[in-house]
């Protein structure tokens, strides 16, 4: 218990929060030691998180009520992060915020993406972006690093090994995403009730998604052209994306490109099988894992590459990959506490 790292989770009645204590609660460095809701203080946790029953027997207490940890993860909502980090950095050495108001490098962009005046500029320049796979040296010695959006992750994990050795043709990069419902998080709206939701395909985003402000920013481009669809699923992202190559590059040439970006990366699997169902990433059995799985085939037709890549948005998309962060913060295996490979069938 003494080398065991303090951990709080502010914003732990959400699906996040949950997701972080789940993973959290059987991390052998790792004592959680508040988990915070405004609207359940006084509560056990397993009310708000029945899969925790008998796992924790703690109670959720009030953000006015923090005591001093090691590491502090943020699951809550837009602006909320942002107007508290003054004072929520009191009571921590290091800050993982989930949500969205630190991951963007310049207010300009936060005006533009966000329709937002930020409140605390001045930490944007103190935010590493999450994403270990890109970032990993920066996040080994950050204060605070703001976790990447799920939708950003999965479009940005798919697309990095062709924009960093600058394969594709410039502005005609096309990415569809189709996710699942616990991306909306636990406060229900019409558009989350089940008459409404069910066996859903609706465009959600066609246009001006404010991920693609992320994966602008970190495959160093100016122009992707974003969709987002919401669907039945209750986890799970599917990003499909079509680049265009500059130079004629064939499977086998594609093949080598992933490989050597990711091969020694302990998340990302490059998942492209001749023959069976599961020849190309898929959402489904992701769940609960912290992979990243990432497809691809050549169009033999033309200078057409479809990429597929696939993640469960609240671990590789939030919670698993916040924690990854922490693994690499606190100079743990970076795959502790994220061992858990997904369920088939399921
Ligand atoms: N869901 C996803 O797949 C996903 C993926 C990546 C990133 N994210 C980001 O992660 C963050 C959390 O997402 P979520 O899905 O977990 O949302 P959520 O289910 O709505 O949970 C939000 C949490 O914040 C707390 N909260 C709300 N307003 C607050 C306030 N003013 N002061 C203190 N606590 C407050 C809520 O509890 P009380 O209302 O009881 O206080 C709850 O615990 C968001 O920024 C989201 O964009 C979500």
């Known amino acids: 218990m003494e080398n065991k790292i303090k951990v709080s989770i502010i ?23 508040q988990v915070t809701s405004e609207s359940n203080i006084g509560k056990f946790v397993h009310i708000v998180h029945p899969n925790l029953r ?29 107007e508290k980090i003054e004072s929520l950095s009191e009571y921590a050495d290091k800050i993982i915020d989930k949500g969205g108001d630190f991951r963007l490098n310049t207010i300009e ?31 080994k010695n950050a204060k605070y690093v703001a976790a ?19 394969l594709i043709e410039h502005g005609k990069t096309v ?47 100016d122009t992707i052209h974003f969709s987002a669809t919401s669907t039945d699923l ?13 130079e004629p590059l064939e499977d086998k040439d594609i093949w080598k490109i992933y490989r050597q970006e990711y091969s020694d990366e302990p998340f990302i699997r490059i998942v492209k099988e001749r023959h069976g169902v599961y020849r190309y990433p898929e959402p489904k059995i992701l769940a609960g894992s912290n ?26 998309g939030a919670a698993g990959q916040a924690i990854q962060c922490m693994n690499i913060m606190c100079g743990f295996d970076e795959e502790t506490g994220l061992e858990f490979p997904g369920l088939h069938p399921i």
Request: glycine share 10%; with cysteine.
């Open 11 to 33: 914003g732990g009645s959400g699906y996040v929060g949950g997701e972080a204590l789940r993973l959290l609660l059987a991390h052998p460095f790792v004592e959680v030691v």
């Open 54 to 82: 008998k796992k924790t027997k703690m109670k959720f207490t009030s953000i006015n009520d923090l005591q001093k940890v090691d590491v502090m993860l943020l699951g809550l909502p837009h602006k909320v992060s942002s």
């Open 109 to 139: 962009d936060y005006k533009k993406w966000y329709n937002y005046d930020h409140p605390n500029p001045e930490f944007l320049d103190k935010f590493v972006y999450g994403i270990p796979e890109l970032h990993r040296e920066e996040i």
């Open 148 to 166: 990447a959006g799920c939708n950003a992750t999965a479009t940005i994990l798919g697309l990095y090994p062709l924009y960093k050795n600058n």
């Open 175 to 221: 990415v569809e995403v189709k996710g699942g419902s616990s991306e909306g998080g636990n406060k229900p709206s019409l558009g989350s009730h089940h008459p409404e939701r069910k066996d859903v395909l609706r465009s959600y985003k066609p246009t001006g998604h404010r991920h693609m402000a992320e994966a602008l920013q970190e495959l160093k481009t």
């Open 234 to 246: 209750v986890r799970g992202i599917l990003a499909t994306s079509h680049v265009f190559l500059k």
């Open 291 to 316: 992979y990243c799985d990432v497809g691809f085939e050549k169009d033999p037709h033309s200078n057409r590459v479809v990429i597929m890549s696939a993640i469960d948005n609240l671990m590789k």
